[in-house]
Every structure is written in C-alpha cells, then in structure tokens.
C-alpha cells in the first residue's frame, strides 16, 4: 500500500460495525486487512461523534427541565444521593465511577 491515508466509505463502515460488535484493535486489523492508523482514524472519528451526542443528550434533558448532573445523568430519586449532613444532592453513578477510579499518588 502506498499513498495517503485516504479511508474508503465502505472500510470505514466495516470498521465502525466491528467496533460496535466489540472488536479488538487488533481483531479489526487483521479481520479487514487494515493498517493500525486506519483503525485508529475511524475510532477516532468515531469517539467524537459519541461526544457530540453525549453534550446533545445532557442539552436536551436540560431542555425538558430534568435534574441532570455535570456528566448529564438524571438526577431522579433513584441515582441521587442525598448527603444528610449538608443536603447536597450528588449522582450516584458519578460517585461510583470516582471510587472505582485508581488513587494518585502525592499531591498534584
Ligand atoms: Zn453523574
């Protein structure tokens, strides 16, 4: 192969199915006889067209006047928590993604 990096529509397709079936990297690479960067691109490209739909999501549920938190949550009886000591209200999936993720060491 030589030349630019040009991704056909059809690669691009095969490859955005395989991700959405949970492909490896690795997988897709071999699987469709693609060059790791054009993986790379399509995921790439891929991840902010989730992002974008991410920030429409929360915009919307804004719109329609729901509680969402900062990560667009809703903010409904079952995934708020309520701390009795001052009241505040946080989300219960934030809060577990927080204590899942790994402590870093020292001070930043
Ligand atoms: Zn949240």
């Known amino acids: 192969m030589s030349g630019g990096r040009r991704v056909s529509n059809s690669i691009k397709e095969r490859i955005e199915q395989a991700v ?7 997988q897709i690479c071999t699987d469709l006889d693609v060059d790791a960067t054009t993986v ?3 995921i ?3 991840d ?3 992002a ?3 920030v429409f999501t929360i915009k919307q549920r804004i719109g329609q006047g729901q509680d969402v938190c900062r990560n667009g949550h809703p903010l409904d009886p ?3 928590y309520v701390k009795p000591s ?3 209200r946080e ?4 809060k577990t993604a927080r204590n899942k993720r790994p402590r870093q060491h020292g001070a930043a």
């Open 40 to 42: 790379n691109d399509v």
């Open 52 to 54: 974008i739909k991410d």
């Open 86 to 88: 001052n009241g505040k």
């Open 20 to 26: 959405a079936r949970g492909h490896s990297h690795e």
């Open 78 to 80: 079952e995934n708020t």
């Open 48 to 50: 902010k067209v989730a």
């Open 44 to 46: 790439a490209a891929m």
């Open 91 to 94: 989300c219960r999936i934030c």
